[in-house]
């Protein structure tokens, strides 16, 4: 996990994020609403290299949101679909709190990246469509057509940053690294194009990258060692059987529990870290769902997307905070953007939850 939150320090501090951004511009960005595409598409292509929604919205959505303020978007949707985008980031491999999940449930990592791919294309083109459809109900711009050559050009620049995902997955894929050692490549390779590639990091900003990581590990650490003492105790306790009684004598419908479990889980992702639901609450269903014969694999990525849509929900959503802010945006306007968004995201959430072949296709078929 630490490799991963330096990884994607790196990804923000050297110059990576604008490759990404301008090589998304390249390909969606001539359509109508396209800086909003943009928007996406990147999120999804920075999703591979971080596994972090935070990463997201306070890395790339900066200059996602500039970018849509130019061509003349509303700074509430701009920061709404920056939010919302933002979600990918755990669903689509690699993924911060799926490690913490598989650490739990003792479910492979690399099945449930792969689980993720599915779920997180399927976000990205739900919020596609939705863009559409707003940018032609408002009258949004279309944006510039980029020539073949000035494609191949961004394409170039955009290359050693789009490599960091295929090292790091196929790295994890191929059986060639464990996951901690292809998180330990990755970072390195980050290290090595942003300094000699792109020219954007001294060793006063690596430096500081360093130092960021250290903090924020150490905060992470302290609440994961926390919530591992806590699930430790509630589980001498015998906690989560009896909460599988209690739900189990409630019903017995797998499907209707599955729905109870996720409004649960959508509630507690509002208000709480992501980090200390995984470790303090998931310990708890468990049981619950081994009993219904739920796959982990399923269950695990079903329940990271619940959690990520809980951070872009009002009224506490960290999401809404981080973008906001970055863009000195009233909370009050960017709720009001992102609501049908919400109802967007909860419509994959629901097809995931009850087609459980969306997300164990990809598994099933490449999976170890």
């Known amino acids: 996990v630490p490799l991963f939150i330096f990884t994607a320090k790196i990804m923000n501090t050297g110059k990576i994020t604008e490759m990404v951004f301008k090589f998304a511009n390249t390909l969606v960005g001539r359509f109508r609403g396209g800086m909003g595409h943009v928007n996406v598409l990147a999120s999804i292509i920075f999703s591979g290299m971080t596994g972090s929604a935070v990463a997201d919205a306070s890395g790339l959505g900066i200059m996602e949101i500039e970018g849509m303020r130019q061509h003349g978007y509303d700074d509430g949707f701009s920061c709404a679909i920056t939010a919302a985008s933002a979600t990918i980031g755990p ?19 690399g099945n449930l990246f792969l689980g993720g791919m599915a779920p997180g294309i399927l976000i990205g083109i739900a919020l596609m469509v939705y863009i559409a459809f707003i940018a032609k109900k408002r009258n949004y711009p279309q944006g510039r057509k980029y020539s073949i050559r ?104 797998k499907y209707l529990l599955l729905l109870i479990i996720n409004i649960l889980f959508l509630v507690l992702g509002m208000f709480i870290d992501t980090s200390t639901i995984t470790v303090v609450f998931i310990p708890m269903v468990l049981p619950l769902v081994n009993q219904l014969g739920i796959d982990l694999i399923h269950f695990g990525v079903v329940v990271v997307l619940n959690m990520m849509i809980g951070l872009s929900t009002p009224p506490m959503g960290m999401l809404l905070f981080i973008v906001s802010g970055i863009s000195d945006t009233p909370l009050g306007v960017v709720i009001k953007e992102i609501l049908p968004m919400i109802l967007v995201l909860l419509g994959v959430l629901f097809l995931i939850t009850y087609v459980p072949a969306i997300v164990m296709f990809i598994p099933n078929t490449f999976g170890r």
């Open 91 to 109: 669903i689509f491999p690699p993924s911060i709190p799926m490690v913490f999940y598989a650490m739990l449930s003792g479910a492979s990592i």
């Open 150 to 253: 000035e494609f191949f050009v961004y394409t170039g620049k955009a290359f050693p940053a789009l490599l960091t995902p295929v090292i790091l997955l196929g790295g994890i894929y191929s059986g060639v690294v464990t996951p901690t050692e292809a998180g330990a490549l990755a970072a390195f390779y980050a290290i090595i194009i942003s300094i000699f590639v792109y020219r954007a990091m001294g060793a006063k900003q690596l430096l500081e990258v360093i130092v960021d990581t250290v903090k924020t590990t150490g905060t992470l650490s302290i609440i994961v060692g926390s919530a591992f003492t806590f699930s430790y105790i509630v589980a001498l306790e015998h906690i989560p059987d009896m909460i599988a009684s209690v739900m189990l004598g409630l019903t017995t419908n």
